[in-house]
C-alpha cells in the first residue's frame, strides 16, 4: 500500500515519465503502481482514523500513519509538468485521485492531501480540502506555507495541523475573538517580557521589550461567528493573547475585539502553551511578506 515505498522514490518515478513523455513502458507501470500504492495508503489512514474514533484502546491504536486529533496526510500520485507549484488541471486530477480511491464520503473539510509525484520538500504538493475542493496553502505570513485564511482554526485542536503543515516557526492560526473582545479588552495589561522575534530567515533572537497581554475563557460548544463551526474542545480552558506593547499593538487588538473585527491572524507560541491555556499573539498586515 505505499508504506514501504521511499517517498523521494514518487518525485523520481513522476521525473522520469514526464522526461519521456510518457513513452517509457517501464516507467509508465511504475507510475501506475505508485498510483495504487497512494490510493491504498489513503484508504488504510482513513480507516485507521474510524477506527481511532470508535473508541479504540489508545495503547492498542498506535500507528505511525495516522496520529489520532490531528489530520491525516493523504497521498496521491499526480505527474506535475509544472513542478512543485501545481496547475489547476493538476490540482483537479489530485481531485479525481481520491475519488478513484473510493473515500470522498471519508473525507472531510480540513484533510491535508499530499501529491506525492511532486515532492516530500518542506510543503510541496500539499494541499488542503475545504469540504468540496483542494485549495493551496497560502503564503502571506509564511514563506514555508500556511493553513488558508478561509479555515477557523478554533474549529479544530490547537495542533490539528502539526507536523502535517510543516514549519519551522509557531503556527499560524486565524481566529475571530469577537466573542471574547470585553472580557479581553477588561483584563489587558502592558506587561514587559523576553520576546522571541523572528528574522525573515526564519530564525529568532530575543530582546526585552513590552507587551500588551490579556486572557479570556474559551468554551468547547461556542458558536464561531459568521460559520456553522463551533469553538473545539482542545481549545477549552484559557487563551493568553499577546501584542506588541505599542499604541499601534494596541489599537490593533482593540479593533480585532470590537464589532468592526472579524476573524484575524496570530501565532500559536507552542513553546508557552499547555493544556487548558493556549498562547496567541497578533500578527500584523506588517508581517506580511506577500502583500
Not at 473508541?55 to 513542478?83: E, M, T
Not at 523576553?194 to 521589550?209: D, F, K, L, N
Request: positive net charge; contains cysteine; proline residues 5%.
Amino acid at each position: 500500500m505505499g508504506v514501504s515505498i521511499a517517498t523521494y522514490q514518487y518525485a523520481s518515478a513522476a521525473d522520469t515519465y514526464l522526461q519521456s513523455q510518457s513513452h517509457d513502458p517501464a516507467a509508465l507501470a511504475l507510475c501506475r503502481s505508485f498510483t495504487g500504492a497512494t490510493r491504498s495508503y489513503t484508504r488504510v489512514v482513513l480507516r485507521l482514523r474510524a477506527q481511532a474514533e470508535a473508541g479504540w484502546d489508545s495503547d492498542a491504536f498506535r500507528s505511525p500513519l495516522y496520529r489520532s486529533g490531528h489530520a491525516p496526510l493523504l497521498r496521491v500520485f499526480v505527474p506535475s509538468p509544472q513542478g512543485g507549484w501545481l496547475g489547476d488541471e493538476s490540482v483537479v486530477e489530485c481531485e479525481k485521485e481520491l475519488r478513484r480511491a473510493g473515500v470522498m464520503k471519508l473525507v472531510r473539510r480540513g484533510d491535508v492531501v499530499w501529491d506525492a509525484a511532486v515532492s516530500d520538500e518542506g510543503n510541496i504538493g500539499r494541499l488542503i480540502w475545504d469540504g468540496n475542493y483542494l485549495l493551496d496553502l497560502e503564503y502571506n505570513y509564511s514563506p514555508s506555507g500556511q493553513l488558508p485564511h478561509y479555515f477557523n482554526s478554533l474549529a479544530y485542536p490547537p495542533s490539528y495541523w502539526h507536523k502535517v503543515i510543516r514549519t519551522n516557526t509557531n503556527p499560524l492560526a486565524f481566529i475571530d475573538l469577537r466573542p471574547y473582545g470585553r472580557e479581553i479588552m477588561q483584563n489587558v495589561q502592558l506587561v514587559q517580557d523576553r520576546v522571541q522575534s523572528e528574522t525573515p530567515q526564519g530564525g529568532y533572537h530575543t530582546i526585552v521589550g513590552y507587551s500588551h497581554r490579556s486572557v479570556a475563557r474559551l468554551l468547547r460548544g461556542t458558536p464561531i461567528p459568521e460559520s456553522k463551526e463551533v469553538v473545539d474542545a482542545g481549545w477549552d480552558g484559557r487563551i493568553i493573547v499577546e501584542t506588541e506593547g505599542t499604541n499601534e499593538g494596541l489599537a490593533d487588538l482593540q479593533l480585532r475585539c470590537s464589532s468592526r473585527g472579524t476573524k484575524s491572524v496570530y501565532r500559536i507560541l507552542r513553546e508557552k502553551s499547555r493544556p487548558g491555556e493556549v498562547w496567541i499573539r497578533c500578527v500584523r498586515a506588517k508581517e506580511k511578506i506577500l502583500q
